[in-house]
């Protein structure tokens, strides 16, 4: 974890039965299942749900309360326990003595390595949309 910043999460909202009036919405990606990036499943989990929504969709034909439902508990039991492991990381890598920059031993990195970066302006403050952080880790432990 080269940068350390507070992440935050919420608890699960209840769904409100929008079918009662009529009403067919389906929720794809980040709308019906928010995930901190740390689980890294974000993007494939929405591309999944796009996939699933239309050849449910496509399998029932005109039924498209059926379909959403359908595609609803699909989604839930696929994504669920992906989302806790999401959120589970963010408690565990963003606990407070981690972000501690002097406590770089806590978040098993070496601490040489830290000390250097940050003496060279590498560190959580680092900001330049102009070249990737991983090139300039490289480019200044090379000298250039």
Do not use: C
Request: aromatic fraction near 6%; hydrophobic fraction near 40%.
């Amino acid at each position: 974890l080269l940068m350390g910043i507070a992440a935050f999460d919420r608890d699960l909202i209840p769904i409100p039965d929008l079918n009662k009036d009529g009403i067919q919405i389906a929720l794809i990606g980040d709308a019906a299942h928010p995930m901190s990036p740390f689980k890294g499943q974000g993007a494939n989990q929405v591309l999944i749900d796009a996939v699933d929504l239309t050849d449910i969709i496509t399998q029932n034909n005109l039924d498209l309360h059926l379909a959403i439902k359908h595609y609803e508990d699909r989604m839930i039991k696929r994504v669920y326990t992906k989302v806790m492991q999401s959120r589970e990381r963010v408690t565990s890598f963003h606990r407070p003595e981690a972000l501690l920059t002097e406590n770089f031993l806590y978040r098993g990195i070496n601490e040489e390595l830290m000390e250097r970066l940050n003496n060279l302006g590498i560190n959580a403050h680092w900001n330049d949309s102009n070249i990737s952080i991983e090139q300039i880790i490289i480019d200044k432990l090379n000298n250039k």
